[in-house]
């Protein structure tokens, strides 16, 4: 059995419950490789890490490869007061910490006049809640170990800012949570529930496989707990039960439910049933000579966004157009092109799908700039189509990725293990050893056929929901 609480129980635990359940219980632990662990942590890799605080003064990294070894080694260090200490580990009994730094700071503990803060180091511009879980869970072994309890939390984002929160305000959720997770260590089951955090999970076919033999609620797409929770107190169970309901019916089973959501989950219920979509309303897209599709790749484990691929569609031909850096110092460069692509094409609607490609041109306007004609064309112009998917079709389908959604319609990736994650694999790999040319076609392949994917269910929206 794996018993072990580590930093990243918290995070498998928020992303599926059942994660830290088969990890304990199923014999053996099943992990991704080590960069799928990091994409999957928003990790960076060691190189980026060790940039970001290359100025420090007294660094010292722990090597010892045994546990109790490199815990001792942590405590060595600590106990010469050395100002940073990498790679450290922080052990109590079952209660296993593995921080990014470990930094001196002034006051007093067992050491001395000085006692240690853990640091992470992520890929994240915010602090989300399971890096504070995580912060929480260091600052309590911390305590066990130096006597003296930090009263702040630590990350260090990419550009290298240091982000804080106090550890008090999140202690009370990290408490309740941390119980969960001990039940689930000693052997409780926790509830079924699939959602797309799952998906991250090396045990994910197992999560669906039990959902969709139980014809669990939770199959619905972009349900919440607590909708589950009052459908099935109103005695709605099953996926099956739900789509034979009438509307008035599950008013009166799920009062504290709005009408609109009870409609939409029921709707969904009978899509999955009858595996169907249905058109709820028209989808409203502009019509336009011109239309580009546009999808960014990126390198997370560095910062790093290398690739803005865009589709240029007309009456006439389709052209894929690459924009390419091959390292950061060429961001800009792309930048500038694709941003000068864009003022060319001043009228024409940019589709893309979900939120990240605006969070990038927006960071990107941000750090290298950009005229006022490509600013009011990017705001005026971008279309996000899961936006317009969202309230207009219900698709028999969990989950609404690009993939999933272009899957169901028919459309296929050339490469048979395409995807966001397996990109950033081979991009890493490429990076290694840049003979390897085909890696950078398939990189190049799989964003083409993203905007085709994209291209493609515009074209579908605008046949099959433009009533």
């Known amino acids: 059995m794996f018993s072990t609480i580590t930093e990243k129980t918290f995070f498998h635990y928020l992303k599926c419950p059942n994660w830290v359940y088969f990890d304990a219980h199923h014999g053996q632990k099943r992990m991704h490789n080590a960069l799928m662990q990091?994409?999957?942590?928003?990790?960076?890799?060691d190189e980026k890490k060790a940039h970001l605080i290359s100025d420090r003064q007294d660094i010292v990294s722990v090597q010892a490869e045994d546990p109790d070894e490199a815990f001792e080694q942590t405590l060595v260090f600590m106990?010469?007061?050395?100002?940073?200490?990498?790679?450290g580990l922080l052990v109590?009994?079952?209660?296993?910490?593995?921080?990014?730094?470990?930094e001196r700071v002034e006051g007093t503990s067992r050491f001395g006049n000085y006692y240690y803060v853990a640091v992470d180091i992520k890929r994240s511009r915010y602090v989300r809640d399971d890096f504070k879980f995580q912060g929480c869970f260091y600052a309590?072994?911390?305590?066990?170990?130096?006597q003296v309890k930090p009263q702040q939390g630590y990350v260090i984002n990419p550009d290298g800012e240091v982000m804080t929160y106090a550890i008090e305000e999140f202690e009370h959720h990290y408490k309740l949570n941390l119980s969960e997770v001990e039940k689930i260590i000693a052997?409780?089951?926790p509830a079924h529930?699939?959602?797309s955090g799952c998906k991250q999970s090396p045990w994910f076919e197992e999560c669906r496989t039990e959902s969709e033999g139980c014809d669990d609620l939770s199959l619905l797409n972009r349900v919440w707990r607590e909708e589950v929770h009052r459908l099935t107190e109103g005695g709605v169970k099953t996926i099956a039960e739900l789509s034979l309901k009438s509307l008035s019916e599950l008013e009166r089973l799920a009062p504290d439910v709005s009408s609109n959501r009870l409609e939409i989950m029921r709707d969904q219920a009978i899509a999955i049933k009858e595996h169907r979509h249905i058109i709820r309303q028209k989808a409203d897209l502009p019509e336009a000579r011109t239309e580009l599709y546009f999808d960014i790749e990126s390198d997370p484990l560095r910062d790093f966004d290398y690739l803005f691929g865009v589709l240029r569609v007309d009456a006439k031909e389709q052209t894929f157009h690459p924009f390419f850096a091959e390292s950061p110092a060429q961001e800009e460069k792309m930048w500038r092109g694709f941003v000068d692509f864009v003022e060319q094409h001043m009228d024409a609607p940019i589709y893309h799908y979900g939120w990240f490609e605006i969070e990038v041109v927006r960071r990107f306007s941000?750090?290298?700039?950009i005229s006022e004609i490509a600013r009011e064309a990017l705001d005026r112009n971008m279309i996000d189509l899961l936006s317009v998917v969202r309230p207009s079709v219900i698709f028999p389908l969990s989950f609404y990725s690009l993939k999933d959604i272009a899957h169901y319609l028919g459309f296929s990736w050339r490469s048979?293990?395409?995807s966001g994650a397996n990109s950033v694999l081979w991009f890493e790999e490429w990076l290694n050893d840049k003979s390897k040319k085909m890696l950078l076609q398939k990189i190049m392949d799989y964003n083409e056929d993203d905007v085709r994917a994209t291209y493609f269910l515009k074209r579908w929206l605008d046949k099959n929901a433009n009533l």
Request: glycine content about 8%; cysteine-free; hydrophobic content about 35%.
């Open 416 to 418: 048979e293990d395409a």
């Open 366 to 369: 941000a750090k290298y700039g």
């Open 38 to 45: 990091k994409l999957a942590a928003d990790e960076l890799v």
């Open 140 to 146: 309590e072994l911390l305590e066990r170990i130096q």
């Open 187 to 189: 052997g409780q089951r």
């Open 92 to 102: 109590d009994k079952h209660w296993v910490g593995h921080p990014d730094l470990l």
């Open 193 to 195: 529930f699939v959602t």
């Open 79 to 87: 106990r010469e007061g050395r100002q940073t200490i990498t790679n």
